[in-house]
């Protein structure tokens, strides 16, 4: 039987590997190519070296974009994970009605992000009316407007991965804390956050690639209004490809250039909290 | 403890495969695609051809009509024809993805020598087609050297849509707007008593997505037109904003007099000003004979139209802003057969009494073609009466802006400027120099 297996598992995979050929080699592969081109469309292409990132860095809205983005990201990280973690500390006590909390909690993360983004939207300039200011007039409200939409949509995905985190915790180890005479807050940061670091090191490694890879809250909450203030580096990108003739390529090179910056910060990032993982 | 590191490390590769996908993929196209009936007679398939007909419609407005049109002539000749309508504002987008497949689209638009630059390599040279012979004129062929590369299909026209009741209500009728002081003056009087009349001069300038377009490139199409009037000349990689002054005259006007705070404009969407004008809270409308079925209701003995007077010399002959944005191009890259399939329909569509009946009666359209047919929509009879009166009617030059970058920058000054938080300077900025730094980006 294992030997079959092993003699057929080229056929097995095939479907596999063709889906993920199809769908992401052979498209990236194509993406990096069309960075160094101009085109139209994508049989057109005409090598024109390196001039697409030329382009791509003298363009001021670019690096704005670069600044924000990274500047979102960070402020989402921290707010997300925090948050994130107090609720599920909150949940995992014995209360009633912890379940339906749980569930509520989850619930926007199921939401669509163009949908979440214009629904915000109607709330903050409601709100802003009042005062004659919008959202798309202030940079700093686009910033923090963004960044109350992305922790309200994610604390509760968060959340879930937390509380799996904590239940796996043995029951044991608390006891012991508690019986040589541990504080609350030895116990959270002794024992309980290193035991919980895998979920941290997953939790973190979403919310910073989520906040630089964000695209439909920002296209639908402010269109990077006003005045590209607060257009993040998905969205910059998009623009460049569909605002100018002759642009797309440049568009192609930033979109190259976005990639190799989120894997680069991912494996940093794993790199880091990885190594504070704790063996159970 | 290897296959957790193992299962990790496949995890995190999954996750930035998402990653990729996410940017690496196009946005998806909505739209509406229906093939009509496929089953040619026989007896009629042998003497068209095989070719077919696939066209990427620009108009969502019109997509019920095409569909039935692609219908009555698939009925009528058995050549297939497929019509797909590109959701609103992504018309681009559709077309870039459409055409890198193998079943492309054979009929496609561009919305002038702008667009025309990045499609004028898939443009067919229509010189020596039948439907070149069909245009009522020269100048609604859209031309890259001797080439024909495009034919425009529609003409339209925008303006100031007024409603002759309230404007009557008012104390006036359109005598008494002849040029950009009679407007001012009408408006602020009516924004004076608006208490008391209980309704605004204009409806919001909405610089929402939906609406922005009716200021940053139809509004400032009139700046454009009287520069290049004034210099001779029909585009320009420089653009000296020598009627800026204007601008800012009916961009003050239009803000400081309508329905809504101007700090409150970048929050305004185009079905809020199609709202406020129908419901009869203003007076004026800017807009064009497109959106006559959204302002119906108001009964067509009560739509005016007005030129949109800037205040520049001469204005008082001036008309109305007719023109084109809509020209059909036909793939040069498709089939033989598939080219003339497509060549076929189009003839056939402002010839045949079936296909003009369509186009004019049916989409409202007014039609540069000898086939055209009287209009039933007011709009269009009011801007033919501006044009038998003798006015001039402006140009559409807002086909040589530089880019869509171009205007949206324009819309960022403008908003900031009606919202208080940036000056008129900025708006001068983005046209001026914005201008020159687009067209060399662009033109390299």
Redesign the interface.
């Known amino acids: 039987m294992e030997k079959a297996i092993k003699r057929y598992f080229p056929l097995f995979i095939i479907p596999t590997l063709a889906a993920?050929l199809i769908?992401?080699i052979i498209?990236?592969i194509m993406?990096v190519w069309l960075s160094f081109c101009e085109f139209?469309?994508?049989?057109?292409a005409t090598f024109v070296g390196f001039k697409n990132y030329l382009?791509a860095f003298a363009d001021e809205t670019f690096v704005h974009a670069l600044g924000f983005t990274a500047l979102f990201a960070v402020v989402s990280l921290v707010l997300i994970n925090v948050l994130a973690f107090m609720l599920a500390m909150a949940l995992t006590k014995k209360l009633a009605g912890t379940n339906i909390f749980r569930t509520i909690f989850f619930m926007p993360n199921l939401i669509g992000g163009i949908v979440l983004g214009y629904i915000w939207q109607l709330i903050f300039?409601g709100i802003l009316?009042q005062f004659?200011?919008?959202?798309?007039?202030?940079a700093k409200f686009g910033f923090w407007g963004t960044v109350i939409l992305v922790c309200w949509q994610q604390i509760g995905y968060m959340m879930i991965i937390y509380i799996a985190g904590l239940q796996t915790i043995p029951t044991d180890v608390m006891e012991a804390a508690n019986i040589d005479g541990a504080s609350g807050r030895q116990r959270l940061f002794r024992v309980t956050l290193p035991m919980m670091m895998?979920s941290i090191?997953?939790c973190t490694?979403?919310s910073i690639?989520n906040g630089f890879?964000l695209?439909d809250q920002n296209l639908s909450l402010t269109?990077g209004?006003?005045?590209?203030a607060t257009e993040m580096l998905?969205l910059n990108?998009?623009?460049t490809f569909?605002?100018?003739?002759?642009?797309e390529g440049v568009g192609q090179a930033k979109?190259v250039l976005?990639?190799l910056l989120?894997?680069g910060i991912?494996l940093l990032q794993?790199r880091l909290t990885?190594s504070k993982e704790v063996?159970q | 403890?290897k296959m957790k590191r193992l299962l990790?490390t496949g995890?995190?590769a999954m996750?930035?495969?998402g990653?990729?996908?996410?940017?690496?993929?196009t946005?998806a196209s909505t739209g509406t695609a229906s093939t009509p009936s496929t089953a040619a007679p026989a007896s009629t398939g042998a003497a068209v051809g095989d070719g077919k007909v696939y066209y990427l419609n620009f108009k969502p407005e019109q997509d019920e009509q095409w569909q039935a049109l692609a219908k009555a002539y698939t009925e009528e000749t058995g050549v297939e024809v497929t019509v797909l309508t590109a959701a609103s504002g992504q018309y681009?987008?559709t077309l870039?993805s459409e055409?890198?497949k193998t079943e492309a689209p054979t009929l496609f638009q561009v919305n002038g020598p702008?667009?025309l630059?990045?499609?004028k390599?898939?443009c067919y040279d229509l010189s020596s087609s039948q439907l070149y012979g069909e245009l009522s004129s020269d100048e609604f062929a859209l031309k890259d050297g001797d080439k024909v590369a495009g034919i425009a299909y529609v003409i339209e026209t925008y303006g100031i849509i007024y409603n002759k009741g309230l404007l009557e209500k008012a104390g006036y009728t359109q005598d008494d707007i002849k040029n950009f002081e009679d407007l001012k003056k009408v408006a602020e009087d009516i924004t004076a008593r608006s208490g008391e009349l209980g309704f605004s001069a204009f409806t919001s300038a909405g610089m929402d997505?939906s609406s922005d377009w009716r200021f940053k490139t139809h509004l400032a199409n009139l700046p454009i037109y009287y520069e290049y009037k004034a210099d001779g000349i029909s585009s320009t990689d420089a653009i000296k904003g020598s009627y800026l002054d204007n601008y800012k005259a009916i961009w003050d006007l239009y803000i400081n007099n309508s329905t809504t705070?101007p700090?409150?404009l970048?929050?305004k969407t185009g079905d809020d000003a199609v709202a406020e004008f129908v419901t009869e809270q203003a007076v004026f409308y800017q807009n064009g004979t497109w959106a006559y079925n959204d302002i119906a209701d108001l009964g067509d003995d009560n739509l005016g139209m007005l030129p949109i007077y800037i205040g520049a010399e001469g204005e008082e002959k001036q008309g109305l802003c007719t023109g084109t944005e809509n020209y059909w191009c036909v793939n040069s890259k498709a089939s033989e057969e598939d080219i003339q399939a497509t060549l076929d329909f189009l003839y056939w569509c402002v010839t045949s009494e079936e296909g003009t009946t369509a186009l004019c009666t049916d989409m409202g359209f007014v039609i540069p073609f000898k086939g055209n047919l009287p209009a039933t929509n007011p709009l269009v009879n009011i801007s033919n009466d501006y044009i038998a009166d003798g006015y001039t009617p402006v140009s559409w030059n807002f086909t040589t802006m530089p880019?869509?970058?171009w205007k949206?920058?324009l819309g960022?000054?403008l908003?900031?400027y009606a919202?208080g938080?940036?000056q008129w300077d900025g708006v001068v900025t983005a046209f001026v120099d914005g201008w020159a730094k687009?067209y060399a980006?662009?033109n390299?």
């Open positions: 993920f769908g992401f498209p990236f993406g139209t469309t994508v049989q057109d382009l300039n009316s004659d200011l919008a959202l798309n007039l202030n895998p090191t997953i490694f979403l690639t890879k695209f269109g209004e006003p005045a590209h998905a990108i998009f623009n569909y605002s100018r003739v002759g642009f979109a976005f990639f989120v894997v991912g794993l990885r063996q | 403890m990790a995890l995190a996750l930035m495969a990653a990729l996908a996410a940017c690496g993929s946005p681009e987008t870039k055409i890198a702008v667009g630059a990045s499609w390599d898939y997505g705070k700090a409150l970048s929050t880019s869509e970058q949206n920058d960022s000054a908003t900031g919202a938080t940036s687009e980006a662009v390299g």
